[in-house]
């Protein structure tokens, strides 16, 4: 059983420290776009590969030739995993021009 709390301790309040809050939301903000990155990376490998067996399953399904559908398996998962690397990779592009022109903006 718990006992509770003491009522007559002395509780210490502060005031928070603008340029520690500040640190503090932007380490975070930084930790949080590292691991966005990384997610999207992990989704598009998870994405690729998931392509290339249907395909392959599909192809096996339908008695094709197994080099043919491994080769058109691979293709597709290339393709896919080249296409989501390059979405990545504008989202990235854009969202720093964005910030560079929010910036620009806000300076002029």
Same mark, same amino acid.
């Not at 998931?50 to 998962?77: D, I, N």
């Given at each position: 059983?718990?006992?509770?709390?003491?009522?007559?301790?002395? %509780? /210490?309040?502060?005031?928070?420290?603008? !340029? @520690?809050?500040?640190?503090?939301?932007?380490? $975070? =903000?930084?930790? #949080?776009?590292?691991?966005?990155?990384?997610? %999207? /990376?992990?989704?598009?490998?998870?994405? !690729? @590969?998931?392509?290339?067996?249907?395909?392959? $399953? =599909?192809?096996? #399904?339908?008695?094709?030739?197994?080099?043919?559908?491994?080769?058109?398996?691979?293709?597709?998962?290339?393709?896919?995993?080249?296409?989501?690397?390059?979405?990545?990779?504008?989202?990235?592009?854009?969202?720093?021009?964005?910030?560079?022109?929010?910036?620009?903006?806000?300076?002029?």
């Amino acid at each position: 059983m718990r006992t509770p709390p003491d009522q007559n301790q002395p %509780r /210490f309040e502060f005031a928070p420290d603008p !340029t @520690l809050e500040a640190f503090i939301e932007r380490r $975070a =903000a930084a930790k #949080a776009e590292a691991q966005a990155l990384y997610w %999207r /990376f992990r989704l598009v490998t998870i994405e !690729t @590969l998931m392509m290339g067996l249907l395909v392959g $399953a =599909a192809g096996l #399904a339908l008695g094709k030739p197994p080099f043919l559908v491994l080769r058109a398996a691979v293709m597709v998962a290339a393709g896919c995993f080249a296409s989501g690397i390059l979405l990545i990779g504008l989202t990235g592009a854009i969202d720093k021009g964005l910030l560079r022109l929010r910036t620009w903006w806000r300076a002029r």
